[in-house]
């Protein structure tokens, strides 16, 4: 559901939901149609699928008119229902069986929409198999994330998971924090600082990896509290890249945090474990869990 239009707001601004934000643009130079195919392939597979069908019915009703002006078509009753019928024979190269066309007008229709027809579905399958091709990624992030101390530094830490059964190879993070600053004059700027991680990559990623960023002097997080954060509109920005081992292409993928999902003085609740008989349990069930630090633990380490 759309919210309202501020007022003030000019008449041309266009609404933008972006990686979770909202805003409105003016001023932006817009091309549907040289990004029609990148809007193709961003959009559902519902949009896109109905997208095609709807260009490929309004094709045909376009030939069928044509058919019914030129007329010719022997076999036919001169309604819109049998030009759209020999339209769509035509198209999609079905053969004919009581119409077919007798007149040369006719005829020559037949011949351009045939020829059409085969570039409209040589376009289809183009972009249908485009689509279906791009490489894709189930990675999960947990929902939040914290800074609890870890081996004696207060540390950032939210988990990252690959929810298939392949192997992410040279996985890598990239992860930015986005602050609000003001400037001597009172301008306010938007200060984007690479956060320094203790490990930014991975040999192999298989189930799980819990990200961490010591918060010390150097840290823009350095110092800050849950007042701080909020005021300061904290923006944490997770790249995720790396190759697929099935299908050997690159994957990547991109998740944000905001202010209100950073909890402090808080943990990750465990999910690995040890079995009576020595065995390890991994309970995927608590990867969003998040407990306070005083909460005792029931782990590997204890």
Known sequence: MRPPRPTGLPPEARLVRQQGNTFYVVGDDRRPIRDAYHTFLKAPWSVSLALIAIGFFATNLV????????????????????????????MATIGYGVMHPATTGATTVMIVESMFGIIVTALATGLVFAKFS???????????AVITPFEGKSTLMFRVGNRRGNVIVEARLH???????????GETFYKAIDLKLVRDRQVGMTRGWTVMHVVDETSPLHGQDTEGLKKAELEIYIALTGIDDITMESVHTIHNYFDHDVRIGCRFEDTLRTLPDGTFLVDLDKFDAVVPDSTPRVSVRA
């Open 175 to 185: 992860v930015v924090a986005v602050m609000t600053t003001f400037l001597e004059g």
């Open 134 to 144: 791009r490489p894709t990624t189930r990675v999960a992030f947990s929902k939040q």
């Open 63 to 90: 030939f069928a008119v044509i058919y019914m002006i030129v007329g010719g078509v022997e076999g036919s009753n001169k309604g819109f229902f049998d030009s759209l019928s020999f339209s769509v024979q035509t």
